[in-house]
């Protein structure tokens, strides 16, 4: 066989579509974020304002997942030469060109970073002196290292905390023992340290992304295969290199906001949400174009099977990881890690974690189980927004606990603010879809598996 | 084929996939309903061809899949939570996330099996005998022919028309298949015999159910010997080995055993002359390191209760007074034991204290060597003289309110141990609103706990007993508190009101 | 690199599934002239011999074991679970690729699989057979093994659920009863044409009664294909469940080196990864004894050495991260369990499991190399070799080392242990050889699925 083009039938170009929709994104980001930024600074300035600064890591988040989730969707797809998914890939592609984007949004994040006001990853302010050098344990005058007996210590402390509601002569004790806990890793948790780490993680995603985009879009006008192979060639590096930043960065930006808490299995789950989100994400943009005659004649039934297919396993895949870290944590009852779940199934927390557990896992799963779900658009269109929603309350879940984490108990702060920033958020993601969208087809025309893509049917 | 009995139906092969399709469409579209294909494999898209309806298979594994996770969650609730309610350290005997697992297994298999027995059961499956497989020709329907069947229990079947159709689509040979002349079913000696083999098979079953939970005299039934079988040497036990028979020997002349030891009487039981001695014995030497020694261990065994400074208030203490204020136990609390109260018992008084315990303390003979309690007493004496150290002076005593020494006194005289001044009831009443309540005695008078009362009954505890109460309960240890001092702990108790 | 790239180059359009001039017929011969044949070849005699010898042994070893003690183990405090749970872990986790590669791959439309599939459930099931065995064993008084399973009895006591050592009965059985079923399920069309090719009464009568009566009717394939789909959707989470629980085992403790929230993916990945490299060591030289060169084409051991590389990456992952957490955790226990593990008296073991499960798969990167057959056969048994260490260092180095230090003790196996797990081999090639000798080791119904002419042209279509 040698290289062929296909005459696709219908409107495969974005055209006025794309520019409507972009004005919707920048009208819902100005918006959305402008209100949100604005009561951020009317409120908190005693504290930096601090609360704005989580609600914006969470919006943040909320971002950076989606368009992770789909720069691994599109490279998984060359590594293994799926077919099915080619006539929907390139709204994966466009979200994950927004990379450059999503690093500028991670630009405003060095200001909780590196000011001694806010109190958004706590270990920041410790792990600095006055002049911004890093404290070792020995200078902080403790006289070693984490000993063998700290562990039970701390925990005890822990303990403490919880059982007198954050008051107590043991939290006194624990800043003690807990800034010991810490201490050692200070030179991993360190403001230049983390600020160098997210630069790195940006460039490589920029250029992961970048890569695939690009050679995606020169495959549609190019008269040989050369950017098919080699995006194929480099597909099965970028995910290992995704693997291992997706998790770092997962550590560093989520993780750290409780400097003693740890889980080996944290990376797997944000990926299990990145990856659920960004295929609702894919779902959403189909239909949205198919709805304004777009692309009528390439997708069909079969491909938002397949969309949902994912966006089921993955419900249950996220249900896996979330119930495996859980039990794990509950069963071995070990203070320093139970400390994640105390703090969330406290007063305020505990009915958010009741609802991830309902509205995450088992509604989804219940409502996603049956074929004619997944084969009529409509309701799988509400499925893909209402999975979305579960990701920003699951990275809700996650930051906002560690607000407020040990002065005034564990309240929950949820109000406008929250959502007027994770709208605004959901705007840009429009609006850098949008922008990019006109400015080739809506689906990659050139791919050798685009004929494959049209004729296949699920048994 | 003159001796079979029936016209089965007529078949017709087909030697490709498309062609069996196209005939297909046809017989569907002719209106036949009794009808198949016969392929060795599944040919995609066959199934529109010949208009079957979609199966309802998952429904009947969802219904069977949602029973089975009914099932599991009921099993485990069941068995662990009513039926035999398993106590492991005090955790909850119903919790679902260790039950999960279980639930979802469970789930698993009822589905499974659903979807695995009830697609043969749809399929009217075992079934052994069928009148096509009395065609030769027939046997490559699982090789590489295709067939299609018309049936002649259908209603437009026709033999003639039905041949014509075939053969218009495209088949290769159509043959008419008949009925075995022999009914088809099993032998009924066979039927019969296999009955009463599943009736037996509910024996076994029966006879577990019969006997659960059932009790016997008669000793276990060993297939393998097992540890109770073994051979050993019992106490009191018969052996050939020796000549009297006995298992129990004597102690061999001039040997002591590793447990007997020269037992000093006032190194072991702190008495001389049934007296309590009142300085160490004399085989220990009080020196820093032996001090030292029994810090270590105070603060091993007895600081968990009375505290590290040894004034009552360790960590079970603590403890216990959180249940004790929720009112969820009740609690003898530990003796200050730097108080005066126990600085003026004698060393053999505190070793027998250790040795045996006192009030609820447990003895610790069996726990602490006799050196080390001694080492403890050292040690307890050196806490006792710091305290003496840190107390005040008559005139600085003088100079706080009456209030203030009669806090002192409250614990100095360990009215503490037996009394709590926030409402919880320990051994005592606690004294918070004590004064002037109206309270009722064991003769039935009921009187004001006024102040004659407080005095009265610091200084004869016995001289009236409230009811319920324990006479001899209350007892005053040391010397008989003066008029001043009573007077002082009357003024901080009305505090405590 | 090339100028101008063809579509060929790109490696996207596969070769075909079914090498060689075959047609339906040819297949149904090749697949059935194993069983048919009145003598299997010589290497099989020789593999069937020393199979039973080893499994000889293992019976000897039972019953050496059941009526002395499992004191003639290596197993003493602290490493109370020594070879016999290392043995349950690797051969649980071979266990998995079968019931992957039936149930996941065919989810992910991935057609090559259908000239490896019966091959690989046969070997679940056996790898299945040879792990349940060993726990049975390790009780110690196997005669009371029926206490783990939820029978009334004399005692009126239920076990308890809330044990992941019970969770481990419930996922292995329902594992093996469904990997049976699905098994079996698919093995019914295939008898069916042993059935209708037999020529002596006897195959007929056996065939025949285990082929149900199927005729290949295209209703029965309706509902029966409903319910392989149904099978293999439930089969995927039960694979993913089944390697969980048997983590769980480990991770619910407290123990440092096993208490580590990733150890559930990271065991299906590590089951995944045993499994197809057990698949590659039978298929490799099984294709060639049985001439199924055709059959299992050069792709299929291509796609499982991708499959391999891919699950390896996934476990050095894992043990990367692991390494990360107990430096980061700061828990001094856990960091000294992983120093332990990779310098301690067991660190021989620590790096085969590293070499020969992270570095070896690497060189799966050439295409010249996944398809060069002794390379692969020699990989794959590296992979079993350090999966099967992977189980050695996470049970015994994670324990030989107690809290107390008193209590350390360096664990030596016995050779009743090194005895029992060769003859665990030799029940396994036992089940297998006869299972070559006496079914059909290719899906043939499935392989003729794929085939180009399995598919109706249709104009309209």
């Not at chain 3, 074991?65 to 070879?83: E, H």
């Not at chain 3, 789909?229 to 407290?254: E, G, K, M, R, Y």
């Not at chain 3, 059909?440 to 598919?455: C, D, F, L, R, T």
Request: net charge negative.
């Amino acid at each position: 066989m040698s290289f062929e083009k296909l005459n696709l039938k219908g409107n495969n170009q974005a055209g006025d579509v794309a520019g409507k929709a972009a004005q919707f994104g920048l009208t819902l980001a100005t918006v959305g974020l402008g209100f949100g930024v604005t009561l951020g600074l009317m409120n908190g300035a005693e504290d930096g304002h601090t609360h704005f600064w989580f609600a914006y890591l969470v919006a943040f988040s909320f971002l950076l997942t989606i368009t992770l989730g789909s720069m691994f969707f599109t490279v998984v797809q060359h590594m293994v030469n799926a077919h099915w998914s080619v006539t929907v890939r390139r709204f994966a592609e466009l979200t994950m060109a927004n990379m450059p984007m999503v690093a500028l949004f991670a630009l405003p994040l060095l200001v909780p970073l590196f000011s001694d006001d806010v109190s958004v990853w706590k270990w920041a302010t410790m792990a600095h002196d006055e002049h911004g050098a890093v404290i070792s344990v020995e200078e902080a005058g403790h006289d070693a290292a984490p000993v063998a007996g700290l562990t039970a210590e701390a925990s005890l402390a822990a303990q403490g905390q919880h059982a007198e509601g954050g008051h107590s002569k043991a939290e006194e004790l624990s800043h003690a023992e807990h800034f010991e806990f810490t201490a050692h890793k200070f030179p991993f948790l360190n403001r230049k340290f983390f600020a160098g780490r997210l630069l790195l993680y940006f460039l490589i995603w920029i250029f992961v992304a970048r890569f695939f985009f690009k050679k995606s879009v020169e495959q549609d006008t190019a008269s040989n295969y050369d950017p098919t192979l080699a995006m194929k060639r480099k597909a099965a590096v970028a995910i290992i290199v995704f693997a291992f930043t997706i998790s770092f960065a997962a550590f560093d930006l989520l993780m750290s906001l409780d400097e003693t808490w740890f889980s080996t299995i944290f990376g797997v789950y944000i990926f299990a949400g990145a990856f659920l989100s960004s295929v609702a994400w894919m779902v959403i943009q189909a239909k949205f174009c198919q709805k304004n005659g777009l692309l009528t004649e390439v997708i069909h039934d079969e491909h938002y099977h397949d969309l949902g297919k994912w966006m089921f396993a993955f419900t249950f895949f996220w249900g896996y990881i979330a119930f495996s870290q859980f039990m794990l944590i509950w069963y071995a009852n070990l203070p320093e890690e139970t400390a994640f779940y105390g703090a969330r199934l406290t007063e305020g927390w505990s009915a958010w974690t009741w609802a991830l557990l309902v509205f995450h896992l088992i509604i989804p799963f219940g409502g996603l189980l049956s074929r004619h779900v997944k084969r009529n658009t409509n309701i799988l269109l509400g499925w893909a927004y209402y999975l979305l929603i579960m990701q920003f309350i699951d990275l809700y879940w996650i930051v906002m606990p560690n607000y407020h984490r040990s002065e005034v108990g564990f309240e929950n702060p949820f109000g406008i603010m929250e959502v007027s920033l994770v709208m605004g958020m959901f705007g840009v993601l429009v609006y850098g879809n949008a922008r990019r969208a006109g400015k080739q087809a809506l689906l990659p025309v050139g791919d050798p598996l685009l004929a494959k893509s049209l004729r296949f049917r699920n048994i | 084929m003159t001796a079979d009995k029936e016209l089965y139906g007529v078949v017709a092969e087909f030697t490709d996939v498309t062609t069996l399709y196209r005939a297909a469409e046809k017989v569907r579209d002719a209106g036949y309903k009794k009808w198949d294909c016969h392929t060795p494999f599944p040919v995609h898209g066959l199934d529109d061809a010949m208009g079957i309806r979609f199966t309802r298979l998952p429904w009947v594994v969802l219904i069977m899949g949602i029973t089975g996770l009914l099932s599991g969650m009921y099993l485990q609730y069941w068995t662990n939570a009513v039926d035999y309610a398993f106590d492991i350290s005090g955790k909850p005997v119903w919790s679902l996330p260790a039950n999960i697992p279980v639930i979802f297994e469970v789930t698993v298999l009822f589905s499974a099996f659903t979807a695995f027995f009830a697609m043969w059961i749809a399929n009217r499956l075992p079934r052994w005998y069928h009148p096509l497989f009395r065609s030769d020709r027939f046997a490559r329907a699982t090789d590489d022919r295709f067939f299609i069947a018309l049936h002649a229990k259908d209603k437009k079947f026709d033999l003639a028309a039905a041949t014509a159709l075939l053969k218009g689509a495209g088949a290769g040979e159509v043959e008419e298949v008949y009925e075995a002349n022999e009914p088809s079913g099993m032998p009924s000696v066979i039927k019969g015999n296999l009955w009463v083999v599943a009736c037996l098979m509910l024996i076994p079953p029966a006879m577990v159910y019969a006997s659960y939970g059932s009790t016997t005299t008669q000793p276990r039934v060993h297939l393998i010997p097992d540890m109770d079988k073994q051979d050993r040497f019992r106490a009191q036990g018969e052996t050939e080995l020796f000549e009297d028979g006995r298992m129990t020997r004597d102690q061999v002349a001039g040997t002591i055993g590793q447990d007997q030891r020269f037992i000093h009487a006032s190194l072991e039981t702190g008495k001389e002359n049934g007296e309590f001695v009142t300085s160490f014995p004399t085989q220990i030497e009080v020196t820093e390191a032996f001090i030292d020694r029994g810090q270590e261990r105070f603060e091993i065994y007895c600081g968990i209760c009375h505290g590290e400074d040894g004034k009552g208030s360790g960590v079970i203490h603590e403890r216990a007074m959180e249940l004790a204020n929720l009112g969820q136990a009740t609690w003898v609390p530990p003796t200050n034991v730097t108080v005066s109260l126990i600085a003026n018992q004698t060393d053999g008084m505190l070793f027998e204290t250790i040795s045996e315990g006192r009030r609820t303390m447990p003895g610790y003979a069996a726990q602490i060597p006799a050196e080390d309690r001694w080492a403890i007493i050292a040690y307890l004496r050196v806490l006792q003289e710091v305290e003496v150290m840190n107390a005040l002076s008559p005139e600085e005593m003088a100079a706080l309110g009456a209030a203030s020494r009669g806090e002192i006194l409250f614990t100095q005289k360990i009215c503490v141990g037996c009394h709590s001044l926030n409402g919880v009831a320990l051994v005592g009443p606690p004294l918070n609103g004590f004064l002037d309540s109206e309270i009722k005695l064991d003769t039935g008078e009921t009187i004001v706990a006024d102040a004659d009362y407080f005095k009265e009954s610091i200084l004869d505890p016995a001289a009236k007993i409230r009811e319920g109460a324990l006479k001899g309960l209350m007892v005053l240890a040391g010397d008989p508190l003066t008029d001043e001092e009573i007077s002082d702990l009357l003024e901080y108790i009305k505090t405590q009101n | 690199m090339a100028s101008s790239t063809s579509v060929d180059q790109l490696d996207i359009f596969p070769e075909e599934l079914v090498q060689g001039e075959n047609d339906f017929h040819s297949v149904t011969e090749m697949v059935c002239g194993v069983l048919e044949a009145p003598k299997p070849p010589k290497s099989w005699y020789i593999i069937f011999t020393t199979a039973v010898a080893l499994l000889g042994v293992l019976g000897a070893m039972i019953v050496y074991l059941i009526t002395t003690g499992v004191g003639v183990w290596g197993n003493n405090q602290p490493v109370a679970w020594g070879w016999p749970i290392v043995n349950f872990v690797f051969w649980v986790g071979i266990g998995h690729a079968g019931t992957l590669i039936s149930a996941v791959l065919f989810l992910f439309r991935q057609d090559w699989r259908t000239g490896i599939n019966r091959f690989s459930e046969a070997m679940t099931i056996f790898a299945v057979i040879c792990a349940g065995m060993f726990p049975a064993i390790h009780v110690g008084r196997i005669w009371v093994i029926w206490w783990v399973f939820p029978i009334p009895n004399q005692m009126s006591m239920w076990p308890n659920f809330r044990s992941p050592l019970l969770w481990d009965v419930f996922a292995v059985s329902t594992y093996f009863s469904v990997s049976l079923l699905f098994w079996y399920m698919g093995l019914v069309p295939d008898l069916a044409t042993v059935r209708d090719r037999a020529k002596t009464q006897a195959k007929k009568f056996w065939y025949g009664l285990f082929s149900l009566g199927w005729n290949g009717s295209n209703r029965h394939w309706h509902r029966y294909e409903r319910a392989y789909l149904i099978l293999a959707a439930l089969a995927t989470p039960l694979v993913l469940s089944v390697h969980s629980v048997v983590s769980f085992d480990f991770a619910t403790s407290q123990l440092p080196g096993w208490h580590t929230t990733i150890l559930p993916p990271y065991f299906v990945a590590g089951a995944i990864f045993s499994g197809f490299a057990m698949v590659l060591t039978l298929s490799i030289p099984a294709r060639k004894m049985f001439g199924l060169e055709e059959l299992i084409t050069l792709r299929h051991i291509d796609n499982m050495c991708k499959v391999i590389m891919a699950t390896g990456m996934m476990v050095g992952y894992a043990y990367s991260m692991e390494f990360f957490m107990a430096w980061y955790s700061g828990n001094a226990y856990e960091g000294f369990a992983f120093v332990n593990r990779a310098f301690g008296p067991y660190w021989w073991g620590y790096w085969i499991m590293i070499s020969c499960n992270v570095l070896s798969p690497q060189i799966f990167w050439w295409k010249k190399a996944r398809r060069n057959l002794p390379l692969v056969f020699i990989m794959s048994i590296f992979v079993n070799i350090g999966m099967w260490f992977e189980r050695f260092v996470i049970v015994v180095t994670s324990l030989n080392r107690d809290f107390l230090p008193s209590s350390w003790h360096y664990f030596s196996p016995t050779w009743v242990d090194v005895l029992t797990l060769m003859g665990s081999f030799g029940l396994f090639f036992t089940l297998f050889m006869l299972f070559c000798r006496y079914l059909p080791q290719i899906a043939i119904s499935e392989v003729k699925n794929v085939m180009p002419q399995a598919h109706p042209h249709l104009d309209d279509h």
